[in-house]
């Protein structure tokens, strides 16, 4: 990638995948816009050193301008509204969705290294070796916050009572 005329076409060509990477991390979609940009400006620095699979090169640079953010305590504060309004009878679909939220949210209680771990894992669809390398970490370590991510969503009272419920 030595030319940055190409830069032009890989942006055009990746910004959803990015997008919905930054989206997985951050959990608020101005934030991963933001974090796409950050990463994208930073690619664009170096473009012509970047080798032949840039889109592994700025995912690994979202990730990494994402736990700098999460320490610096950049992210907002979730603000609770109280008790949630009573369901009323829904359709399976309803349900799914509720679910999802709840999942989200869990996801969202992770510490930021696993949940890259479980965003890059599960929903990039990445080996071990890809998440260590794009996290710059050992495959040891991959899998050792994987299990204890994999754990505290187990435990997490939100998801559990609810997939229980559902049984």
């Known amino acids: ?35 796409v940009q950050t990463a994208l400006m930073k690619a664009w620095q170096v473009w012509p050193r ?38 009323p009878q829904s359709s399976d679909h309803m349900e799914q969705a509720d679910e999802r939220e709840l999942v ?4 969202g209680r992770l510490p930021a290294r696993q949940r890259a771990v479980v965003v890059l894992r599960f929903f990039e669809d990445m080996t071990e070796a890809q998440t260590a390398d794009t996290l710059g970490c050992g495959i040891g370590t991959v899998k050792s916050q994987t299990s204890r991510a994999l754990a505290r969503l187990r435990v997490d009272e939100s998801v559990t009572s609810t997939l229980v419920r559902r049984g």
């Open 1 to 35: 990638m030595a030319d940055r005329s190409e830069y032009d076409s890989f942006v055009a060509t990746a910004w959803h995948r990015l997008l919905r990477t930054a989206y997985l991390l951050t959990m608020d979609w101005p934030a991963a816009e933001d974090l």
């Open 50 to 87: 970047i080798g032949d699979q840039p889109e592994a090169y700025v995912r690994k640079i979202i990730v990494n301008v994402h736990v700098s953010w999460w320490r610096r305590r950049w992210r907002k504060a979730e603000i609770t509204t109280g008790a949630p309004p009573d369901r």
């Open 104 to 107: 989200w949210r869990a996801l």
